[in-house]
């Protein structure tokens, strides 16, 4: 499949450089008042060489945050919580050992200075604690940002219709003929999926993540282009950020706030949303 002419998405990184900038200066400004209470001066270019240390790893480790959101999404299965809350020990070590590397490199190596950081068992409880909320934070922003990333083109086209209520319309389909497989790279080798055996696909940004059983498979391309591609009769938008096979659902049942829930045959469950029931039912009826 080809991919999508549109250029890389800067909008991620912008935000996320904002951010951290934002809490750089918020930090320092909290590290120099704590030190200002015990009775101790701190030069605030000390405090912000600490803070800038502690984000620029924050940083470094965000592109992993990311890809063990898409690989284990925490709303999926309930295991996914547990390998999140496990992912916490080796992000507080290498949150640690990387900044105390930079200090040591900054104070001791360019400035000449002293700053004392022993890597001792006390000092790596202490970041741990602080660091599991570190990490249920940015946990939050990376989810929360990819819907608001992935949201604009289904406003536009909600936008696009006569109601509030209407329901967005797929795109035509192409004059060429519906793929029946995908060529995925995995490891530096192409692997063929059969479009058939797709249980649902995931918007995750400029990408689209193809579940199959319990494996998933990252593609170059919008939801929207994938709906315009794939065949309607068998596979149809049921969220902003999801397409289902129709026939690899198995069970559907109300939910909450007049959404319904889709169990798929891989056991995975996603949400029906009521904007989107009435193109469902079009190919597979509730009855009550």
């Known amino acids: ?58 940083a470094a480790l965000l592109p992993v945050i990311y890809w063990l959101h898409r690989r284990f999404p925490i709303g999926e299965r309930p295991r996914n919580l547990v390998i999140h809350g496990a992912a916490v020990v080796p992000f507080s070590i290498v949150h640690t050992v990387g900044m105390a590397a930079l200090r040591f490199v900054w104070f001791g190596g360019i400035l000449g200075k002293t700053h004392s950081f022993p890597l001792t068992l006390d000092r790596m409880l202490y970041e741990f604690a602080k660091d599991i909320i570190a990490y249920g934070l940015l946990s939050a922003g990376v989810v929360a940002l990819r819907h608001y990333l992935t949201r604009p083109a289904d406003s536009a086209v909600a936008a696009g219709a006569a109601t509030p209520e209407a329901i967005p319309q797929p795109q035509q389909p192409p004059l060429a003929p519906r793929p029946e497989r995908f060529a995925v790279r995995r490891k530096g080798r192409e692997i063929m999926v059969e479009v058939g055996e797709i249980d649902w696909i995931e918007a995750s940004g400029n990408y689209a993540v193809l579940h199959v059983g319990e494996e998933t498979f990252e593609i170059r391309s919008s939801l929207t282009r994938l709906e315009g591609e794939l065949d309607p009769k068998r596979f149809v938008r049921v969220h902003k950020s999801h397409l289902v096979n129709i026939a690899r659902v198995v069970e559907v049942t109300p939910w909450v706030s007049g959404d319904w829930r889709i169990r798929l045959q891989g056991g995975a469950e996603v949400n029906l949303s009521r904007r989107y029931r009435q193109r469902f039912e079009a190919l597979a009826p509730v009855r009550t």
Do not use: K
Request: no cysteine; charged share 10%.
């Open 1 to 58: 499949m080809s991919s999508p002419a549109s250029s890389f998405d800067w909008r991620l990184p912008a935000i996320w450089a904002a951010l951290l900038t934002v809490s750089v200066f918020a930090h320092t400004h909290v590290e120099i008042a704590n030190e200002t209470a015990r009775g101790v001066g701190m030069p605030y270019g000390t405090a912000l060489a600490i803070q800038v240390s502690s984000h620029l790893v924050v």
